[in-house]
């Protein structure tokens, strides 16, 4: 079965990793990529999906979202993913590039009455494109098949103790999409910090063709960082939600009820999951993925990489 698929990403250098497997794996249709702002601002992350199809030889349509968070003022990563969110790898923008006035949350919309009942939405950066989508088009939630992000945590942050980014930056968008009743799969810290890409995996990949060279090129900036405070490599957070749709198998996870804690100060954007308590929610529609079998997950990973 060939999944049609929706990303919506703040492509930076996981992200950008992301894109290469949605692309290499055959059992998805990317039907397109829309643009938030997180990793970077929004004007470097749509140019970098842009970039991203140049780099593929690709024209997947790209929509831009939104310029700020809903409620809070941005809060980037460029430490993590550099100025340009691509670990300051330059990539050209293609000639051919088209510029959609058509925002994130309608090209959303419209993909999704496209294929009712099928479409996937992945959704790898702040949610903030996922809510105002589900806001303006109620309907949505009826359509979409399910939202499988990657996001929050059963246990660890790591922006705060309590936090992961992509809740932290936007915790009332990822409110309004845990609370929108559709079935998600979160793809938490729990999981995707097992999910390391070693430097001898990039050395390896570096050998196989551009697209390895660029993986390679774009993590050697936040390696400098992760190997400071002793991690094996670079978490691929963002490939988490791919592979999960294609290959479940790979992973462990439990039915939980998950909310996001928007009101707190120690824990702001934290994922409250039911899992753990005997007091559980009413509401149990999220899949908290909780571990990884990583030597399957990168093999399947650097597959993707060397056949784009
Ligand atoms: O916490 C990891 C997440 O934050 C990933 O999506 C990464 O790209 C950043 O957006
Ligand atoms: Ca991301």
């Known amino acids: 079965m060939k999944y049609p698929v929706w990303l919506d990403c703040d492509v930076g250098v996981d992200d950008a990793i992301a894109i290469l497997a949605l692309h290499a794996l055959d059992e998805i249709d990317l039907l397109?990529?829309?643009?938030?702002?997180?990793?970077?601002?929004?004007?470097?992350?749509?140019?970098?999906?842009?970039?991203?199809?140049?780099?593929?030889?690709?024209?997947?349509?790209?929509?831009?979202?939104?310029?700020?968070?809903?409620?809070?003022?941005l809060n980037v990563s460029a430490m993590f993913h550099g100025e340009n969110g691509l670990g300051n790898v330059e990539l050209p923008i293609p000639e051919n590039a088209v510029f959609n006035r058509i925002p994130a949350w309608d090209a959303i919309y419209e993909a999704a009455k496209q294929h009712p009942g099928e479409l996937r939405l992945i959704a790898i950066g702040p949610m903030t494109n996922v809510a105002i989508a589900l806001m303006k088009h109620p309907e949505l939630k009826t359509l979409l098949h399910s939202v499988l992000i990657m996001g929050g945590s059963a246990s660890v942050g790591n922006v705060t103790t309590a936090a992961e980014f992509n809740i932290y930056d936007d915790p009332e968008a990822a409110q309004i999409l845990f609370k929108s009743g559709i079935p998600i799969v979160m793809c938490g810290l729990d999981a995707t910090l097992k999910a390391v890409l070693t430097p001898e995996d990039w050395n390896e990949l570096a050998e196989t063709g551009r697209c390895g060279r660029f993986v390679r090129d774009c993590l050697s900036h936040p390696w400098k960082f992760l190997q400071s405070?002793?991690?094996?490599?670079?978490?691929?957070?963002?490939?988490?939600?791919?592979?999960?749709?294609?290959?479940?198998?790979?992973?462990k996870a439990e039915t939980a009820g998950?909310?996001?804690?928007?009101?707190?100060?120690?824990?702001?954007?934290?994922?409250?999951?039911?899992?753990?308590?005997?007091?559980?929610?009413?509401?149990?529609?999220?899949?908290?993925?909780?571990?990884?079998?990583?030597?399957?997950?990168?093999?399947t990973l650097k597959d993707c990489i060397r056949r784009v």
Do not use: W
């Not at 970098?48 to 700020?68: F, I, Q, S």
């Not at 592979?243 to 479940?248: C, I, R, T």
């Open 229 to 251: 405070i002793g991690f094996a490599g670079v978490p691929m957070h963002d490939s988490c939600p791919v592979l999960y749709l294609v290959h479940p198998e790979y992973f």
């Open 258 to 299: 998950v909310y996001v804690e928007t009101r707190g100060t120690v824990s702001l954007g934290r994922t409250v999951t039911d899992l753990y308590s005997d007091k559980k929610f009413d509401d149990r529609h999220v899949t908290v993925v909780l571990d990884v079998e990583r030597d399957r997950f990168i093999e």
């Open 32 to 73: 397109g990529i829309s643009t938030v702002c997180g990793n970077a601002e929004q004007e470097k992350t749509f140019s970098n999906a842009h970039r991203m199809n140049g780099l593929m030889g690709t024209d997947y349509p790209v929509h831009r979202g939104a310029e700020t968070p809903l409620y809070r003022p």
